[in-house]
């Protein structure tokens, strides 16, 4: 009967630290920041915030330097030409805003010996990688209309409302509690397709002129809705048609830069017998 006591009290003792250790491992996390995008309307600057962001995840800690998660984010990303320094871009006319809902596997790995239920440090750097996908929608407004630019085919051509993305950063975390962890993070991804703006190559091979199917009711040509450069002949296109429309780099580019909050479960229980 001892015997058999002891063999119970050992399995209830290590089921305990077992199960405290596998609950010890396992996190959650919010954050909210902004996002921001880097594309044919937005050829040059790599950090731009346009619209908001937020998320959450839930994350694996397999020891103090590696982890898996599951993250899902969404973000607001906008470009205007109107808003360019560079005339041939006012010329172009272009605009788009778009929501991103992305969903993506991500692994962490922390520098320094840390994690928000454990570690010996209160705070490391990391970076993180992983594959995801994204779903996005790019609109436009023009004569205070909005369009959703997919269904005008703007390039004679038709793409996907979704796209495999490649994510991948930098951050910063902290411990400020026995369970709770403060972290902030800047991470882009490479979106694979570069119609996150609608903007992706060449103008349509047929010059589209007014009157045309391909011109919305309200007077706008959606592919070529540059600013007139001959207002006494208003059919004639500002560029060449089949010439060069976006910047011929193949994949777009997104980013969102976060500050959350992280909390690892933690576990005194088990079976009782």
């Not at 928000?116 to 779903?135: C, D, E, I, Q, T």
């Amino acid at each position: 009967m001892k015997s058999l006591k002891k063999i119970i009290f050992s399995v209830a003792l290590s089921c305990t630290f077992s199960v405290a250790a596998l609950a010890q491992t396992t996190e959650l996390g919010v954050n909210a920041g902004a996002a921001g995008y880097i594309g044919d309307i937005n050829p040059t600057n790599l950090f731009k915030p346009a619209g908001v962001a937020f998320g959450a995840y839930i994350k694996r800690n397999f020891n103090p330097y590696w982890a898996v998660g599951i993250h899902y984010n969404y973000g607001k990303i906008k470009g205007n030409d109107a808003n360019s320094d560079d005339l041939s871009l006012k010329t172009r006319n272009l605009n788009f805003s778009t929501s991103l809902n992305e969903l993506s596997l991500q692994v962490d790995f922390n520098f320094l010996d840390y994690f928000s239920g454990g570690g010996r440090k209160n705070f490391s750097p990391y970076v993180f990688a992983g594959v995801g996908g994204v779903l996005f929608n790019p609109k436009a407004t023009y004569n205070g209309e909005t369009f959703e630019l997919r269904y005008y085919e703007t390039e004679g051509k038709k793409y996907r409302s979704y796209a495999m993305s490649i994510p991948y950063g930098i951050g910063m975390k902290y411990r400020i509690g026995e369970r709770l962890g403060l972290f902030t993070q800047l991470g882009y991804r490479t979106a694979k397709t570069d119609y996150l703006d609608d903007v992706g190559e060449r103008y349509p091979a047929i010059p589209v002129i007014s009157g045309s199917s391909n011109k919305n009711p309200g007077g706008v040509n959606l592919s070529d809705p540059s600013v007139p450069r001959y207002p006494n002949d208003p059919d004639r296109p500002n560029f060449t048609p089949g010439g060069q429309r976006g910047n011929f780099v193949k994949n777009d580019t997104y980013f969102f830069v976060h500050i959350g909050l992280s909390y690892t479960f933690t576990s005194d229980k088990c079976y009782s017998f």
